[in-house]
């Protein structure tokens, strides 16, 4: 028998044992697919494409564009989202110092007049009927938040025409790996076929890791909190490596092994890493596939910049495309499928988007034959590139 509460419910509730508890960390939230803890990447749109956001504990790898432009943006998005959290960050990069990529992460959107300023940059596209804008076949397709509203319980949104303030910066806790400061203070050291700035990174990290109380089998006294690790260009010259100068590197198993471990540390912490990666320039296509393979998530970034897209009428909305190459299986035996394959980003004056590619459906006006080849064959390639369930497919599936 089962007593009525007062609001006509029964007053029976089912019992979670405090172990297998989530915790509750600021800025996190448990996935209603596999119940893993999750953080914002500092994108929504790129959150609802790998299934609500990060898993803590797993790295999401970064294909570089061309420049390296967008994806550096991408870093910048996810440590800014740390900042608004108030998560621990560790930044480590070869090329550019830590504190001047800090510098220049973009400011948080808490003004609803900065929301409104945002918003008529959209009033323009949405003003006007939908059918007559995209094709049928994106109709019936759920909307992506890629603007600031109520709807977005999740992340946050930034403007990146501004950046975060001096004062903010001096309030947060972060840590730096400089990879040139770091071996001016020590002797070069090299271990297991590993190159010497690869290893200093794994002691730093391995470091910050135990002594900051976020491994997971300590328990912090302090309130509990989440590390935030970003890496730019891994794999570069700059770190030591020659994996994007030959087709035989001299260490051809380095950048992997690194991959290896430094998953291993991230499975047993509460820690979220990016990574991005200059895959354009790693010319041995086996290093590659197995740096995807020792990666959770895997995102590949394609400029328009220098190609002949950025000219093609096509894609005059959009400045790149966004191929998901991998997405984490996490407590199931099948990984999460993306729910669209066509992906496109564009840089406003403010904000960064990431939309579902909408081609024009009326193409007799503007766009030559040769063009309308080019359409046929863009379609198919992003069917078959951004998502695993095209594969094998001569034809669409309208």
């Not at 480590?92 to 929301?115: M, Q």
């Not at 025409?161 to 840590?175: A, E, G, M, P």
Request: charged share 20%; proline share 5%; glycine share 8%.
């Amino acid at each position: 028998m089962a007593a009525l509460a007062t609001g006509g419910a029964t007053s029976f509730q089912r019992k979670v044992p405090t172990s297998s508890r989530l915790a509750a960390i600021a800025g996190t939230r448990p996935s209603v697919r596999h119940g893993q803890l999750l953080l914002s990447s500092g994108l929504p749109s790129l959150d609802g494409v790998l299934g609500g956001g990060l898993a803590v504990g797993t790295l999401l790898l970064i294909e570089e564009d061309k420049y390296g432009i967008y994806s550096n943006l991408f870093l910048k998005y996810f440590l800014a989202e740390g900042i608004v959290c108030g998560h621990d960050l560790f930044v480590a990069s070869a090329k550019e110092d830590p504190a001047d990529i800090l510098k220049e992460v973009p400011a948080p959107l808490f003004d609803d007049a900065h929301k409104n300023q945002l918003d008529e940059e959209e009033s323009a596209i949405k003003s006007k009927p939908e059918s007559m804008n995209i094709a049928w076949r994106y109709q019936n397709l759920p909307k992506m938040e890629v603007s600031p509203g109520t709807s977005a319980p999740f992340g946050h949104f930034y403007d990146v025409s501004k950046t975060v303030s001096s004062d903010v910066l001096q309030s947060i806790k972060w840590h730096r790996f400089f990879l040139p400061e770091e071996v001016a203070l020590q002797p070069e050291i090299k271990t297991c076929n590993m190159t010497c700035g690869y290893t200093r990174l794994l002691q730093s990290i391995q470091r910050i890791i135990c002594q900051e109380g976020f491994h997971g089998s300590y328990s912090q006294k302090k309130q509990k909190n989440i590390l935030r690790i970003g890496i730019q260009s891994l794999g570069s010259v700059l770190w030591g490596d020659d994996v994007c100068c030959t087709d035989n590197p001299d260490d051809i198993h380095s950048l992997t092994k690194f991959l290896y471990v430094l998953r291993g540390l991230l499975r047993t912490s509460l820690s979220a890493c990016i990574i991005t990666v200059p895959a354009h320039l790693i010319q041995n296509t086996a290093i590659m596939e197995r740096v995807t393979n020792l990666s959770d998530t895997v995102v590949g970034l394609e400029s328009f910049i220098g190609s002949e897209r950025e000219t093609n009428p096509l894609y005059k909305d959009y400045h790149g495309l966004i191929h998901v190459r991998q997405i984490p299986r996490l407590n199931s035996l099948i990984c999460d499928v993306s729910g669209t394959k066509d992906l496109a980003f564009r840089l406003k004056r403010k904000l960064f988007t990431i939309e579902r590619l909408h081609l024009p459906p009326d193409l007799s006006d503007t766009v030559s034959r040769s063009s309308k080849q080019d359409l046929a064959e863009s379609t198919k390639l992003l069917s078959s590139g951004c998502g695993a369930m095209a594969t094998g497919k001569k034809h669409l599936d309208f």
